[in-house]
């Protein structure tokens, strides 16, 4: 009898690491995707200077939009990822990039086409990992969700993960590449 009761606490035992196991990995796969976009947006920022570097080469005199893209370069880059910074940035981005339409020097240096094309790659690369990070929320909120862990996820210091959200000026636009004309 002793025997069937310690069989069953070891099964228990093993269900329980088992759980646990799990959670912490799903965890893990949402603080990646945190990760990923915070690369993602370092990445953004250093290429940031060197689109002023080669705007301020064809249109120098352009210094109100270069330094409103500098200012929200910095404040994005020591802001949350979550702040209304990043979308400052965005804005004045669009600003600088307009720029190559009123400078046809600016527009044909091979300069501004690659880091254009370079710029358009980390948005694409950006939206996937905001894409990966919700799929990776939502398997964790359903994993501590989910029976039996549901039993156990609050025990075991497990809490529901926030989704990543857009705010207003970038909804409908984060899976688009950023429009550019050449």
Not at 59 to 72: N, S, Y
Not at 99 to 120: C, H, I, M, T, V
Not at 154 to 181: C, W, Y
């Amino acid at each position: 009898m002793e025997w069937i009761v310690l069989g069953i606490v070891v099964i228990l035992l093993f269900v329980l690491v088992g759980i646990y196991n799990r959670l912490v990995s799903l965890r893990q796969n949402v603080r990646r995707g945190v990760a990923d976009i915070d690369a993602q947006l370092r990445q953004r920022h250093d290429l940031i200077p060197n689109l002023v570097e080669t705007v301020k080469g064809y249109a120098g005199h352009e210094q109100e939009t270069l330094r409103q893209v500098i200012e929200a370069r910095n404040a994005a880059a020591s802001g949350e990822v979550s702040s209304g910074d990043e979308t400052r940035l965005r804005v004045a981005l669009d600003k600088l990039l307009a720029l190559g339409e009123a400078y046809p020097d600016l527009k044909a240096s091979a300069n501004f086409q690659e880091l254009q094309r370079e710029l358009a790659d980390v948005e694409d690369k950006l939206a996937a990992a905001r894409r990966a990070l919700n799929a990776a929320v939502a398997r964790y909120n359903t994993g501590i969700e989910s029976f039996p862990a549901v039993l156990f996820a609050g025990m075991f210091g497990f809490s529901e993960a926030d989704f990543h959200r857009l705010d207003d000026s970038e909804k409908g636009t984060v899976d688009q590449a950023p429009k550019i004309a050449f």
